[in-house]
């Protein structure tokens, strides 16, 4: 019965729709297709980009943000945990892909419930990705997700969204630091690696602009995008991943972290330590997530 109401959901018409925002540039400083929508920020015209201005100190954004959901997968009439592996990352670990349409899905079959988002999370009246919902692919990376989103659905999944290496929201100019980012230290080993793969760029290795895709592909698929540690993979290409780490507490306007770059960028904006945010509240075609435990 299960599976036939999650065929059920696939199949809904999208319920939400935002407006697209203004193009704006990625952090290596050029300038991609603009995709990204409801919402705003310096990030790439494709929903990420360079990082841009907010209180540098601040960086609280998951203490603030949600409360957590009471209903977490496992627990009756809860939902079966999402089934994806855990890489080890040096004290943590991490999703080894990007959560996926499919997953997404089977967290939304249990209705949660946003209207127990509080403080800078509470202008978020739904949890359906904006566009392209229902989804076609399974194994797609989800996308249209806004930062609110991210963070319930990986507290959902028993874990968190990737943030501060023991805990909470990281530090929001602390995107390149290996010892407190915990998204940075898993893509670049501990600071070792400038791209999760190696020291020096392969276009032929991930799904960014180089690889010839021109739009995402299924998790994994790109086997050859492989690293920081073993069996973790696209963390750098496909879509861009939200990280718990914002420039303040304030709401749907503060700058948040995306990291690793999308099927659009090339180069240096697919390191490990490209410096991208947008806007809490924005949602993309090249924007979804990962979590951390």
């Known amino acids: ?16 729709a935002c407006a697209q925002a203004e193009p704006v540039t990625d952090g290596a400083g050029g ?3 603009s995709d990204a929508s409801s919402g705003g920020g310096s990030g790439g015209s494709d929903g990420g980009g360079s990082g841009g201005s907010g209180n540098a100190d601040a960086g609280d954004g998951e203490a603030d943000a949600s409360v957590p959901e009471p209903c977490q997968c496992g627990e009756p009439s809860c939902g079966p945990c999402p089934t994806t592996k855990n890489v080890a990352a040096g004290g943590y670990g991490i999703n080894a892909t990007e959560v996926t349409n499919e997953e997404y899905a089977t967290w939304l079959l249990w209705q949660p419930n946003p209207k127990l988002q509080t403080g800078a999370c509470a202008w978020n009246t739904s949890y359906l990705p904006s566009q392209g919902w229902p989804a076609t692919y399974p194994k797609l990376p989800v996308v249209y997700v806004d930062f609110c989103d991210a963070l319930a659905y990986c507290r959902w999944s028993g874990r968190r969204l990737c943030g501060k290496i023991g805990g909470g929201a990281n530090g929001f100019p602390d995107f390149a630091d290996a010892s407190k980012s915990q998204w940075y230290n898993a893509c670049s080993v501990g600071g070792t690696r400038a791209y ?13 602009a180089d690889y010839g895709k021109g739009t995402a592909v299924a998790v994994g698929e790109a086997t050859a995008c ?3 540690y073993p069996s973790l993979q696209d963390m750098s290409g496909n879509v861009w991943e939200w990280e718990d780490s914002c420039s303040g507490s304030a709401g749907e306007a503060d700058l948040c972290r995306i990291r690793g770059g999308s099927y659009s960028q090339s180069g240096a904006a697919l390191a490990c330590d490209a410096d991208s945010s947008l806007a809490r509240n924005t949602t993309g075609k090249s924007v979804g997530f990962r979590c951390c435990e």
Do not use: D, I, Q
Request: with cysteine.
């Open 196 to 208: 999760p793969y190696g020291a020096s760029y392969a276009g032929s290795s991930c799904n960014g």
């Open 226 to 228: 492989e690293g920081g």
């Open 31 to 33: 300038a991609a297709g």
């Open 1 to 16: 019965m299960r599976s036939e109401v999650l065929v059920v959901l696939l199949g809904l018409g999208a319920l939400a």
